[in-house]
Each structure stands twice: as C-alpha cells, then as structure tokens.
C-alpha cells in the first residue's frame, strides 16, 4: 500500500529525467510537476521528497476541508443573522401596527408592493431587498402618535393632522442610526411627500425626493386605498386604477404609477390587494 502511493505521488512528479537542462525543470514545473527528479536518483533520497510530497498533499488536502467547513459555518450564520434581522424588523412593524387595528399586516403589503414595483423597475436584487426593508419600517413614525388620533373616526382636527403629519419625522429619527442599512430613514420621512411638492413633512418634489421614497409612495397608496379604514371601505378596483392615473405627475413618480397600474391590469380578480 506504501509503494502504491509512493509509486503513484511518483507518477504525478512528471518525470523521472537525465535532462540537465534547467530550461527541461523549469518547464516541469510550469506544467504542473510537483518535483523534479534527475536519473540516476538515490532512493533514500527520492522516497524523502516523495513522503514530503504526499505529507504536503494531505495538508493542502485538510486545509481545503477546513476551509469547507468554515465556509459553510459563516454562510449559515449569515442566513442566521438575516433571519434575526428580518424578524426583528416585522416585530417592530407589527408593534405599531397594534395601535390601528385597521392597518393590521399594512407595512407587509406595502413591502411586498415596493419589491415588486422595483423589480419591475429592473432594480437589482439588493436593491429589491432593501426596499422591502424600508417598506416594513415606513410607518415607525406613528409609535409616536397618540392612539385616540391613529383611531379616530371622524374627521381630524388641524391640530390632530399636525400630530399625524409628524410620524415621518419621528419614524426618520428612530431609523437614522441603523448602521447597518444606510438610507433605511428615507421610506420614513419622505412616503408622504408628493411628485408636485405639496406633501409633507418637507415640500421637496420630483427627483428631490429619493427613489425609495418615490415606490414607497405609490406601494403606501395602494394599500391604503385596497384596506378597510375606520372611516370607509375597500375602494373598487376600478377607483383605484383611476386614482392612481389621475395622481401621475402630481401626487406619484409617473414611472412608478404606471408599473403600479400595470399590476393592477394584471390583477383580473383582483387578488393582489392584502
């Protein structure tokens, strides 16, 4: 069994050589010999650097192992840690959302919406992933609400509005510090800005407001039109279609309104709404 691996590590030194050239080793190696070894050869010394070969093979050989198995190690914790990650973030979703029962599972659909709006955008996969992110957190903000004005059914007071217009702010300043996710802020502050500058809580329009922003706006108003509300029903698809038209340009991104209103067409039964 010895001389069958010594034998065969023989085999793969390429070759055996009365060749004095050293032009003749340096191309061995090159093609792949793992030592040279001139004719006549002392076998003392030819079964030494045989040995030191295959005790080289098998290091390289563990090494390769190991390398496998942390491998596998870092790719399981990484699937760990965006588990974690994912389900700590609906958790703070579904806290707010404790507060309204009639936005029960909103920020869900409102991700799921803006992932499918930037898909069809042609945004990369991490891009796809972090709106869906920042669509599950766009609503943090209302934590900071009091409940009597969250679930109000009657008409809001100006002062009550004000108290509503302020979950974008909060939400952004909850969000800011999230290292881990730059920009994760912007779903927050600017959802309810509008394409024409008239939304809030800072006026800016068009492409001031960021991208993210812009698909969050439209997934937001989707949802809030195809989900019961303490002051009315489901709207008909039909209404919805038209709002959305009638918004291109003034309140959404017509780029996105249009990918919106695509996915309604699609949507026969109307099934796609929560």
Request: with cysteine.
């Amino acid at each position: 069994m010895i001389f069958s691996s010594v034998w065969a590590t023989a085999a793969a030194i390429k070759n055996f050589t009365a060749d004095d050239d050293q032009n003749a080793e340096t191309e061995g190696f090159k093609a792949g010999a793992m030592d040279f070894i001139r004719k006549p050869f002392v076998p003392d010394i030819m079964l030494q650097r045989v040995g030191r070969i295959l005790e080289l093979h098998r290091l390289q050989t563990n090494l390769a192992r190991e390398v496998k198995r942390q491998t596998k190690y870092a790719q399981e914790r990484q699937e760990r840690m965006e588990r974690l990650s994912r389900e700590t973030v609906l958790a703070l979703a579904k806290a707010v959302e404790a507060k309204d029962k009639y936005t029960n599972g909103h920020s869900e659909r409102v991700a799921y919406y803006a992932h499918l709006i930037a898909e069809r955008a042609g945004m990369s996969e991490s891009d796809q992933n972090d709106i869906y992110f920042i669509g599950l957190l766009h609503d943090i903000g209302k934590i900071g609400v009091p409940d009597t004005v969250i679930n109000k059914t009657t008409r809001l007071t100006d002062e009550e509005f004000a108290m509503i217009k302020q979950h974008p702010i909060i939400g952004a300043k909850i969000l800011k510090d999230i290292t881990e996710m730059p920009g994760i802020e912007k779903g927050a502050r600017w959802h309810h800005e509008r394409y024409d500058g008239k939304g809030y809580p800072d006026g800016i329009s068009g492409e001031e407001i960021p991208v993210f922003s812009r698909i969050i706006c439209v997934a937001d108003a989707y949802d809030a039109m195809t989900s019961t509300r303490s002051y009315r029903d489901i709207l008909s698809q039909q209404k919805v279609r038209e709002e959305l038209v009638k918004g291109k340009g003034t309140q959404f991104d017509p780029e996105f309104a249009d990918i919106m209103i695509s996915l309604i067409d699609e949507d026969k039964d109307y099934k796609m709404r929560g």
